[in-house]
């Protein structure tokens, strides 16, 4: 079981990073503190013990810290979203609106097997764009993205509204920029 911890006291607030008015909730002051990152990764193994995950997919860069030590835990197959022009294989791409700029997310084709059932990983859900890029691609190959997680959220962005129909779930929620 995930041990009792104040998540909140790990993770550093950046003023106007990377441009002005934006909050930038950074995750590398949990990555630096070995408990605070157990947590994390304890805690999702802990909320999707009883679900059916057949495999993890994570968005880069990092959605990948928390959903590959998942992936091994749990025994199942860690699925790359990549930024455009990184994957060598077959691929599919989707382009979406960020917070703060525009970007694109590509899959391996060969990666997910059709009818697989894919927990969907990023640090952190803003307006959920990037999820809802992610999510489409996947089930664009057949898979179904039955839930999602963030180790944080900002629900103030909506990312509830841009994810409907699927399950959200974050550690730690922000109302405030
Ligand atoms: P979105 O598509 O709007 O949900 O944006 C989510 C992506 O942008 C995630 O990969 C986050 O790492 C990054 N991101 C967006 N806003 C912030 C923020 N305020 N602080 C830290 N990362 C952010």
């Known amino acids: 079981m995930a041990e ?3 998540l909140d006291d790990y993770i550093r607030k950046i003023p106007d990073f990377p441009k002005k008015g934006i909050l930038f909730y950074d995750v590398t002051s ?9 947590y994390c ?3 999702m193994r802990e909320i999707y013990a009883d679900k059916k995950i057949d495999a993890v997919a ?8 928390f959903a590959a030590p998942f992936a091994v835990e749990t025994h199942v197959p860690l699925i790359l979203l990549r930024k455009k022009g990184k994957l060598p294989g077959k691929t599919i791409h989707r382009s979406y609106e960020l917070e703060y700029g525009e970007a694109a997310v590509e899959l ?4 997910v097997k059709k009818g697989q059932r894919v927990l969907l990983v990023d640090d952190l859900i803003a307006t959920g764009g990037t999820l809802l890029a992610a ?21 103030f962005l909506n990312y509830e509204k841009t ?11 922000y109302n405030h920029e």
């Open 41 to 43: 990764v304890d805690r």
């Open 4 to 6: 009792k911890l104040n």
């Open 108 to 111: 391996h084709v060969d990666d």
């Open 163 to 173: 994810l409907t129909g699927v399950p959200v779930t974050t550690l730690i929620e």
């Open 58 to 65: 994570a968005i880069e860069a990092r959605g990948f810290i």
């Open 30 to 38: 949990i990555l630096t503190n070995p408990r605070a990152f157990q």
């Open 135 to 155: 999510k489409e691609l996947l089930e664009e190959v057949g898979a179904e993205v039955p839930e999602i997680f963030g180790v944080m959220g900002l629900p």
